[in-house]
């Protein structure tokens, strides 16, 4: 129940006036960009969450389990956005959410999130913290703790001088990945297929967010992968897959069905995994100061030095930037060389922007990739056909908000459909279709939007903190990948569609064949 549930009309209306002028003085103060329908409502016409339309829990019962919708929520969001509006209200047993589909709505609340903003709860994350008694880390905690971690970990994975450090380390994982996917080909029947693709840079995306994260090689991308990082792999996608299960099942199921269990064992792994690595690193510093030696590294290491935020902190803050690292840059690549094979004469066009740029396969740096518009044109479009997270979420703890019309009490739950958004053909002409000139600035293709109509990273203070690094994995792997080899696809290959596992990811393996280029 929402806080102004209780009030008669009367007295709705009174307080809803009342609230109004408030909030518009705020406002005024916050933003100048309010346009005239807002203040317009800012005095005192000003609409209710109760005036929201949206679907009932039967109607979202069939979406889910007879339309087919239940892994398919990216979709769901276009289709109660036709059928809705772009502001509407969806109630699922304890969930009360209020879904906003376009960019000015998003950027709206987005201005009002306060200074500690929370994404949204995930009380089955703090419960298992509770449970064992960890650090709450970036995901879980708020407020001045949320920040003082997030003030730690920033400098390292936001400042492009140095992200520009991982640069080798970046490069050596890519030669990997070239010497496996070389064998996996070799070892087809046309010595030419990669079977299952996105598996393939899954390993990839492991071995890269875990070399900057953990300054360690953990063997993703050898043939005989080591039991520990098998381990490790199994509990990411275990986790991820299990996590929206548990949030919505409720609690008196948990002795019924084995999915709480299972979830508790897969964060079991992935803390006890990456405990005893950053472990392993302490050891290793504290070998070094014994010995009078200079204590060199990167991100760990800089973060262990910096007596900023708590070993206990580390341990989960850092398993946490490993979660939302593999999928990224796995997903966006599978996606991205899914259409260049579809699409010979723009794979050749970025092919010959590359080689421009690095001939003779020259392994680039970032002021290499900086040279290469239409390459981060390619994968801005990948993330705004298919951003990763297709929704995000906002929770307003401490403060009012008015969107478009509406005034919100504190503790709203906003989603921002980010997917809806994304594919709005008012924002993007030829929205279905994958074309990434639409964004070469000062081309003729180029298509202005709103900036908030494609923010697959977020935006703000609570933005993806491994944005720069995900950006480099995946700039470094798609240029190298195209140094060495043409990419098609398989004759009479189906269609492959997005579908929904926490996560945006395809709904069938992706099969390419990888010819080597002369």
Known sequence: MTACAGFRPARLAAHGRKTAVCIARRLKSQTSDLNQQNVAALTGKLKTVHDLPGPNLATTVYFLFVKGYADKSHALQVEHKRL??????????????????TAELIAQVIRQEGRYPVRTELPHWKEYRDLRGQAYGLHVDTGENWSRMRSALNPKMLKLREVATYVPVINDVVTDLLHRLERLRMRSPDKATVSDLPAELYKFGFEGITSVLFETRLGCLQDEIPQDTLRFITAVSNMLTLSET????????RTVFPFWTRFVQAWDDLYDVARRLIDRKVKQMEEQMERGERVDGTYLTSLLSS???????IYITITELLLGGVDTTSNTLSWTLYHLAGDQDMQKRLYQE??????????PTTEHLSKMPYLKAVIKETLRLYPV???????????????GDYWFPKKTQFHLCHYAVSHDKDEFPEAERFFPDRWLRGGASY????PYSSIPFGVGVRA????RVAELEMYTALSRLMQHYEVRPLDGAPVVQPKTRTLLIPSQPINLRFLPRA
Do not use: M
């Not at 548990?246 to 199921?253: D, E, I, M």
């Not at 298509?447 to 709103?450: P, Q």
């Not at 993806?464 to 944005?467: A, R």
């Open 84 to 101: 809705y509006g772009p502001i509407w209200r969806s109630r699922f047993g304890p969930f009360d959410i209020i879904n906003v589909a």
């Open 246 to 253: 548990v949030l919505f099942l409720p609690r008196w199921t």
């Open 307 to 313: 007596n900023k935020i708590s070993l206990e902190e």
């Open 354 to 363: 590359v080689v421009s740029i690095c001939p003779q396969r020259e392994p």
């Open 389 to 403: 997270v297709s929704g995000n979420g906002r929770f307003t703890v401490d403060n009012e908000v008015v969107v």
């Open 447 to 450: 298509s202005k939007h709103h």
């Open 464 to 467: 993806c903190v491994g944005k």
